[in-house]
């Protein structure tokens, strides 16, 4: 097989599904697979019905992954965080996850889910520069 590697500065989402397909099919060879279930809590005006924040994550290999999460900045301070973040997890047990993960800046809300038991597993410095991404975990004891 001959290969050559060409650059493109606008991959379409038909390349990304190209590179991802062999990816994928490795790491079900590895795993024995898994297909992720998302889920979203919506947090909702109740005047306009209007979406002002939530939750986004994905069940994947057992662990439960929160993307997103935003309260809207009127709600912060009166328990819509911690009822979310409840609220996930509590699905993440009733799926039998391992854990839940997720990432988040210096800038954003480290000591809030650190007081929801979650530990700093890695971070990168400068990322954007001048701050620090965090990734943080809480792994879950199915006896709790």
Known sequence: MTLRIERTDTPTDEERQAILAPLRAYNTAKTGGTVPELVAWLVRDEHSNEIVGGLYGRVFFRWFYIELLVVPEQARGQGTGSTLMQMAEDLAREKNCVGIWLDTFDFQAPAFYKKHGFTEIG???????????????KRLNPAD
């Open 123 to 137: 971070q990168i410095d400068d990322y954007p520069p001048g701050h620090q991404h965090f990734f943080l975990q």
